[in-house]
């Protein structure tokens, strides 16, 4: 398995928010010509580092005659805020269909600004109600029918009007946000009201109309006063790579990957100059509950090594011959693919390398891109022995090392070239699995996304059986985020620099990821509709011995 390093894709923060300099910054203040400016500097950028910028739009031509009446409208319409310009900016973008190619999400979180009182779950046919008003708790589990007298269908087009999409559980995730931003959603809630008017069905399959009115956001750390919110009757390890065992016999182990970020590839940016200071804070903040320390170097030994905590697990399933496995991904929104090649390697030994996962990776090489690797496109070529100019791809794959490559000799190259804190352990395994159970199975949500979407994809190509709802990750779609800021308005935001072909074009799967096990709403009812309730549905068929063989095999 050849290995790609710079399968880098950087969607930590993406998903939900991130933070631009512009926020709430007034059309007033920046002339209309300025705004046109860092339209016009989007588009460049995005023809210079988007692999394919002009399908989405029906070609090229198309593509500069939607730029320009969106160059028009910033002239004949001005933009009231910063936050319109961006609207109106990703409206333009959303032909794209491309998750990774956004810009900063400016409305408020749950941290600042007026937010609705409600939480959407995504199940496997829609978005049910997860937390809201303790008043009104009856209602959770109940499905979402429509909101402000507009229909699903019309919802969900609106979605991929206006935000980039890349299939219709990325739709539904795209909704279960803004339904919390209120007016703030955009034409969605024209008008100025200041209450939100939810169409439900609940479990009872009563419809009920739920007008909830707006409130202020409780602030970074802070949890709303007066919410009901799902059950949660388990007692699974929660924190990120913790792990344990779910049963007294020690059969069943359980590891939650809540990110793709560890010690591992923060070492790795470390040592290559990279930029990551925001990521390293952010993963402090939001996966060790506490500020980044000022010591960046003692900050960075801190944290945990996925390699290493996943060889802890598996001698501790070795120990008791454990047949079973569960790596939970939900929630996962990415960050660093190569870091989860060495565990693929704990588990399965020199059978992953020789594995052809059937994965083709076309890279742009951009200003942008070399930018963020830290790069000249001379140092580039001299390293990887190349001699792209800008503009070229690099036509890269996963497949499986031939016939004539000497095994000891890919094994050494994979080794050496990991991102991985423990290349010695690594070395020890000498091509055997460190421990291989009877059992894999992935768990996933809608929010399994980027860098997580390709661990679960890697694992069920092994044969792992994939559990849950399917990601809003598309097996064939643009990846990897490559940051940028605009001049003016400084919001900032990312453009995928390659595209990448994991299932052939005809594959059901080849924009949705069907799990191998996916629970029904009955299903989640039958759990009560326990926040654990993909887990509770994967157990119970653990336990009746119903092991099926996943389609990856």
């Not at 950028?45 to 029906?58: K, M, Q």
């Not at 007066?226 to 049963?247: K, Q």
Request: hydrophobic share 35%.
């Amino acid at each position: 398995m050849r290995t790609i390093l710079f399968l880098l894709c950087l969607s930590l923060v993406a998903p939900v928010r991130m933070a631009g300099a512009g926020e709430g910054l007034v059309a007033d203040s920046l002339a209309v010509d300025s705004l046109v400016a860092d339209f016009d500097y989007l588009v460049e950028s995005l023809e210079a580092t988007h692999p394919d910028p002009y399908s989405g739009f029906g070609g090229k031509v198309f593509f500069h005659k939607k730029a320009n009446e969106v160059r028009n409208s910033l002239r004949t319409r001005p933009c009231a805020t910063t936050e319109d310009f961006r609207e109106r900016a990703m409206a333009f973008l959303s032909n794209l269909g491309d998750s990774h190619t956004t810009l900063s999400d400016l409305s408020p979180s749950l941290e600042a600004g007026r937010i609705v009182p409600i939480d959407l779950k995504c199940v496997s046919d829609g978005l049910i109600v997860r937390a809201l008003p303790v008043g009104h708790k009856a209602l959770l589990g109940s499905r979402l029918l429509g909101m402000n007298g507009l229909g699903m269908e019309e919802l969900l087009a609106f979605v991929s009007r206006h935000d980039a999409c890349e299939n219709r559980y990325d739709q539904y995730y795209r909704l279960a946000l803004r339904a919390r931003t209120g007016p703030f959603a955009g034409p969605l809630f024209a008008g100025g009201t200041d209450t939100v008017a939810f169409d439900l069905l609940t479990p009872r399959q009563e419809r009920v109309t739920l007008r909830l009115p707006l409130v202020d956001a409780p602030g970074r750390g802070r949890a709303l006063a007066g919410i009901a919110s799902l059950p949660d009757t388990t007692t699974i390890p929660g924190g990120h790579l913790s792990y344990g065992f779910l049963d007294d016999a020690g059969q069943v182990m359980y590891i939650r990957v809540k990110t793709i970020n560890a010690r591992d590839n923060f070492e790795y940016m470390y040592r290559n100059g990279w930029d990551f200071y925001s990521q390293l804070a952010y993963y402090y903040r939001n996966y060790m509950d506490r500020e980044l320390p000022a010591d960046t170097l003692a900050a960075i030994r801190e944290l945990p090594s996925f390699t290493t905590v996943f060889a802890d697990m598996l001698r501790a399933m070795k120990a008791r011959k454990a047949p079973t496995l569960i790596i939970d991904l939900r929630g996962n929104s990415g960050g660093f693919t190569p870091i989860i090649q060495p565990t693929l390697y704990q588990l399965f030994g020199d059978r992953y390398l020789r594995t052809d996962m059937g994965t083709d990776y076309y890279q742009l090489i951009s200003p942008l891109y070399l930018r963020k690797i830290n790069m000249s496109l001379e140092a580039y070529n001299e390293r990887y022995q190349t001699s792209y100019t800008l503009g070229d791809y690099t036509f890269g794959d996963d497949e499986g090392q031939d016939g004539e490559t000497p095994v000891e000799a890919a094994r050494q190259s994979f080794v050496e070239g990991s991102m991985s804190s423990d290349k010695a352990g690594l070395r020890a395994l000498g091509g055997q699995p460190l421990y291989t159970p009877d059992h894999v199975y992935v768990l996933t949500d809608c929010e399994t996304f980027s860098a997580a979407f390709h661990y679960a994809f890697y694992l069920w190509k092994m044969g792992a059986t994939v559990v849950g709802i399917p990601s809003r990750q598309a097996p064939n779609t643009y990846m990897e985020q490559t940051p940028f800021e605009l001049p003016y308005t400084r919001v900032k935001g990312s453009i995928s620099n390659a595209i990448q072909i994991f299932l052939p074009a005809g594959d059901k799967r080849s924009r949705i990821f069907y799990p191998d096990l996916i629970p029904s709403y009955d299903d989640y009812r039958k759990y009560h509709f326990d926040q654990q309730s993909e887990l509770l549905f994967l157990l119970d068929r653990v336990k009746r011995g119903e092991h099926p063989s996943p389609a990856g095999i």
